[in-house]
């Protein structure tokens, strides 16, 4: 398997640009997660999503963060207008759910976000 | 919800020697305990878990520990080598938050040849 595969690995803009992320999960998994590191507040959960419903998007910073996906294959990270405070990396990761239990989570590679 | 601490935030070895990273959770309900490694410009990649059933699992030079009783688990790498120099992350995973992993802040590990 390649793994979660997320575009592009690296993503350079300026403020008040829209900025979409790609994310392509482990075939099979069903549960898809949006994570955010920076140095200070170090691994944020954004959102996650279970059978491509969102559950849990209590982590989206603020309403110019939005993720989709549209199936089981395919996520997207969107903010709009991007600020130079969302520079950071974002993961995205997958998993299987199986019985209500999260199984193991595996990671991309990661987008590394700036925005002047 | 579920608070996991991790400590020390940085770590230096000489090379062959051990290197121990401890992290503590909240949730007494927490039953599954992942190690990730990650590696400068990498994503966090999976090196060795723990489910709370067992109270010990090694793979070649690495293990983890778990006391269920002090909530506590940590891992430990025998005969470090400089490729093992990345940040590693413990998580918990719980029976009441069983769709989330808490991570801890992550421990900079630096082998020195």
């Known amino acids: 398997d390649a793994g979660v595969i997320q575009s592009p690995r690296h993503e350079v803009t300026e403020m008040g640009q829209e900025v979409t992320l790609r994310c392509k999960p482990i075939?099979?998994?069903?549960?898809l997660f949006w994570y955010r590191q920076t140095m200070m507040r170090g691994l944020e959960l954004l959102i996650y999503?279970?059978?491509?419903?969102?559950?849990?998007d209590s982590g989206m910073p603020e309403d110019r963060f939005s993720a989709k996906m549209p199936n089981a294959s395919f996520s997207t990270l969107k903010i709009q207008p991007s600020e130079p405070r969302d520079s950071a990396v974002y993961f995205c990761?997958?998993?299987?759910?199986?019985?209500?239990?999260?199984?193991?989570?595996?990671f991309g590679p990661g987008t590394r976000l700036l925005v002047l | 919800g579920e608070n996991v601490e991790q400590h020390p935030s940085t770590l230096s070895v000489q090379e062959g020697d051990s290197a121990v990273i401890k992290c503590t959770y909240s949730d007494s309900a927490s039953n599954y305990f992942p190690w990730y490694k990650q590696e400068l410009g990498k994503g966090p990649q999976l090196i060795i878990d723990i489910r709370s059933n067992v109270g010990e699992k090694k793979d070649q030079r690495i293990a983890v520990t778990l006391n269920k009783t002090a909530k506590h688990f940590s891992l430990h790498i025998t005969e470090t080598q400089p490729e093992d120099s990345a940040v590693y992350f413990c998580?918990?995973?719980?029976?009441?938050?069983?769709?989330?992993?808490?991570f801890g802040t992550g421990t900079s590990l630096t082998v020195i040849p």
């Open positions: 990761a997958s998993s299987f759910l199986a019985g209500g239990v999260q199984e193991t989570q595996y």
């Open positions: 998580a918990s995973r719980g029976e009441n938050t069983g769709n989330q992993f808490y």
């Open positions: 075939s099979g998994h069903n549960s």
């Open positions: 999503f279970n059978n491509n419903v969102p559950i849990d």
